[in-house]
């Protein structure tokens, strides 16, 4: 961790390091903001192009074919959606989508020049799963989360907790972890560190186990993939098969 610091510190220029920052800014705020995280990731956009005009066209030729197939996806996208009846609600939300091209180079860039990125981007998704996940666990044992939300059916008569975290009214909590967990899975195995097995499995079990309070069954038929997935794929399948056991009678077991 220490040496990891300075490499951000000493190896970083400035501007990539706000660039940085903002990127793995995005991950939270889209659990607590969505506005924030579009204004985060606009912002890193537009640092991208004027890095992209000042000193790194050829930083991008490698990948010209790729971005091109983006560009033309895009377009087809604005095409399909030029002559809807929902223009307003539509196209108009869908012309911005430009954004995630630009943070998807954004991160390419700062992965490509700084090998050590990768760490920082686990890190920040792990921390950002983390604290999303307790949370979720504060709000069913307690009530109501860090920032005071009740879970939506609190004060109703129905027995089933349904539990939404920073998310408050949407229920969008199961959507968020079934879309963070794979990508920080694979973080997780590709940086290949000691007792990495372990902690993919109890974060598995973990984000399951807040999936299922969520009531998406969406989320829940793709936490299952995830599940399925990573049983043929590791190599411990008896401590995946244990730590489902353990947390599942858990949770019943607590369940009104």
């Known amino acids: 961790m220490h040496k990891l610091y300075k490499d951000f510190k000493k190896k970083i220029e400035f501007i990539d390091k706000f660039l940085l920052l903002l990127i793995i800014s995005i991950p939270f705020l889209l659990a607590t903001s969505i506005f924030l995280?579009?204004?985060?990731?606009?912002?890193?956009?537009?640092?991208?192009?004027?890095?992209?005009?000042?000193?790194?066209?050829?930083f991008f030729k490698k990948i010209k074919t790729e971005?091109?197939?983006?560009?033309?996806?895009?377009?087809?996208?604005?095409?399909?959606?030029?002559?809807?009846?929902?223009?307003?609600?539509?196209?108009?939300?869908?012309?911005?989508?430009?954004?995630?091209?630009?943070?998807?180079?954004?991160?390419?860039?700062l992965l490509k020049k700084y090998d050590f990125c990768i760490t920082i981007f686990l890190y920040s998704?792990?921390?950002?799963?983390?604290?999303?996940?307790?949370?979720?666990?504060?709000?069913?044992?307690?009530?109501?989360?860090?920032?005071?939300?009740?879970?939506?059916?609190?004060?109703?008569?129905?027995p089933f907790k349904i539990i939404t975290s920073f998310f408050n009214e949407e229920k969008k909590l199961g959507s968020y972890l079934v879309r963070f967990l794979p990508l920080t899975l694979?973080?997780?195995?590709?940086?290949?560190?000691?007792?990495?097995?372990?902690?993919?499995?109890?974060?598995?079990?973990?984000?399951g186990s807040v999936v299922f309070?969520?009531?998406?069954?969406?989320?829940?038929?793709?936490?299952?993939?995830?599940l399925i997935t990573y049983f043929f794929t590791s190599k411990k399948k008896i401590l995946l098969v244990s730590l489902s056991i353990l947390i599942f009678t858990f949770l019943f077991s607590t369940h009104p």
């Open 67 to 109: 971005i091109i197939l983006m560009v033309i996806f895009y377009l087809i996208i604005l095409t399909s959606l030029l002559f809807t009846k929902y223009f307003e609600t539509s196209f108009l939300p869908s012309f911005f989508y430009f954004r995630y091209i630009l943070l998807s180079l954004s991160i390419y860039y």
């Open 37 to 58: 995280a579009d204004l985060f990731s606009s912002i890193a956009g537009i640092i991208l192009i004027c890095i992209f005009f000042k000193k790194k066209k050829s």
């Open 125 to 158: 998704l792990v921390f950002t799963m983390l604290i999303v996940l307790l949370d979720s666990f504060i709000q069913y044992f307690y009530g109501s989360n860090l920032f005071g939300y009740d879970w939506p059916n609190r004060y109703s008569l129905h």
């Open 186 to 207: 694979a973080l997780i195995f590709w940086n290949n560190k000691k007792g990495g097995d372990f902690f993919a499995t109890s974060l598995i079990l973990i984000a």
């Open 213 to 226: 309070f969520t009531s998406e069954r969406t989320a829940l038929f793709l936490f299952f993939i995830i």
